[in-house]
Every structure is written in C-alpha cells, then in structure tokens.
C-alpha cells in the first residue's frame, strides 16, 4: 500500500467523528415570549392576565414573561398541591435574579414586577406547570413542557397574535378618560349616596383564568350635606381596595378610625379636614380559602359620616397611582 492511500485512509478515520457531529448537531433551545398584564390608556382598565396564559415549548427551551401595566404581578411556579401564599411571603421566598430554572421539585416566584421587568424561566424536564400570581388569585395560566420528540402544536406567531386578541377582549369597553363613568351603567347600587369601588369579570379559558379590573370609584365625585353618610361597596369580584381620607397609613390592611356597624360594615366618622380615615382592605366576600388577609373577614362596605362642611378628597391607598380617586363635597 502506498503512502497516498495510508494518509487518505487516516484523513478518513480522523474526520468520522467531525462528520457525525456536524450531520447529527444538538438540539438548540427556543426562547419564547409571553406578556404579563395589559392596560387601557388611562390605567383604569386592568387585564390581571398572562398573555397568552398557555403555551407548549419543549424540554429545555426557556420563557420570558415580561410586565406590561403599571399594577403590580409576580409570576410564579409552585410545587404540586401547594397553597399559594401572600406575595409578602413568597411561595415562600423570591427568586432576586433575572432568571432562574423550574422542573417542579420548589416552587418559584419573583417578587411583584413593575412595568418593563422580565424574568425568564428554563423548564429542563417535560410536564404541565401551572402558573399563577401571587396578587391576584384569578390571574392563572399554564406551561405545557414537551419531549422534544413530539410536535409543538404552535409557534411564536401564534402566541403573539393570542396574546393582542386576548388583550383586545379583555380591555374591549371604552377605553376614555371617563370610563369608571362609562361602567356606572353596570351599577347595581341604587341609593344616591353610594358609591361603586370598582368592578370586574372573570374570564374562563383553557389554560386558566384571567380578570379585568376597574380601578375607579363609580360616580366618584359626591355632593351632600352635613350629616349625611356616604356607603362605599367593593364590586370587583378579585381585587381589594381602600377608601383613605387624610393621612395614608404605612400598612393599608387594617381600618382607622373605624369602627364595625351592626350589619358588619364599617364606619368611619369626619368632623374636620385634618381627619385621616380609613377603610383598611375591603373585597368581595371571599370564598373558603381566604386569599388575602381582609380586616375583618367579609367586610365589602365602608361608610362615612361627614359632620362639617367642606371638600373631602379621598383615594384607594392600594391603586391611586392608577387614578383611583375621588372627593365628597358636603354642604351646609
């Protein structure tokens, strides 16, 4: 055998192993998008939604959810059968990085995002993950994590056409500066002195559950006169506010200067403008798991006497950044 052929041969046998690497390459992991939370121009309209709120990827691909609005979410993964906790606990703790790994065996959270944060999460192992917020307990979604052996039903196209449908159906009434007004139409309180705090619908779909949120005090602007009272009832089926006059306190959960009526709503009185009122969380009745610590259990309605003439202006401690405002004119 001559030397040309001995060095083919060996070029041959050394490149075998090249040639198998480059012919069956590893697999490279896809990066997907997901949005968190969608908001109308003036704030008052909240989608407390993951958008889209289920999607399939592979084992190994990575997701990135990025906040959308100015109220506050976290996004987070628990264990299977744990109970979710408050977002001041965690799940428990909080994920301080940018990104993190989730395969089910700990639960993961971030801490509440504000708008523009992202965290983006690698799923090494197939299964279904469900995802939830920490802020809001209808606010659901879920990862479906595939063997890359079998087929992804959807691409990123698809995800990010879902995610301006589900925006547009969640945030489709009015979407004006005056739209808490616009929502007084769905009022169900009669009385002239009441006032709406706030509305909301739950939305079923495949993956979870998802919310619009009013961040508005209907006919928020109140006329009356001395010694007459003003009846404030939480109308949003998920999200609590506040009614605050005077001084916000430190910590928004516990009522000031209130007291329980024989009806179990409470009262609050105002003799001068130097005042501070306020209401604590009020909600909707909450179901048997209480989700949020609500002072006390069951409280939907907060009322206040105004014993002196004067303008009274009030806001909810918890979404005031949103606009959430009001004022009470009380009259000789």
Partial sequence: MNVLKLFRRAAIFLCMPVFAFVVVPPRASAQWRATVGAQSKSLGHQALAFLPNEIWIHAGDSVTWTSAVDEIHTVTFLKSGQVRLPFQVGCPGFSLAASASFDGSTCLTTPPLVKGQ????????????????????????????LDFSQQLPHSQDFYDNQTVDQREALLS????DNEHEHHNSHNTLTDRNAVATGGGEIIATGGGSQTLSIMRFMDSAKVIHVGDTVEWT???????????F????QN????????????GALHGTIN?????????LIGAAPQDQLFLPMTPLSVT????????AGVFPYICALHDGLGMKGKITVLP
Avoid: Q, W, Y
Wanted: hydrophobic share 35%.
């Fill in 301 to 308: 309605r907060f009322r206040v006497t105004f014993t002196h």
């Fill in 118 to 145: 992202k965290f983006t999460v690698t799923f090494p192992t197939a299964g279904n993950f469900k995802l939830v917020c920490l802020v809001h307990e209808n606010m659901t979604g879920v990862v479906h994590v």
């Fill in 246 to 249: 005077g001084v916000e306190p």
């Fill in 272 to 280: 001068s403008s130097t005042d501070s009122v306020h209401s604590g």
């Fill in 173 to 176: 009434d009015d979407d004006s």
């Fill in 252 to 263: 928004p959960v516990p009522p000031v200067n209130a007291i329980l009526d024989s009806d």
């Fill in 234 to 244: 939480n109308l949003d089926p998920v999200t609590p506010h506040t009614i605050t």
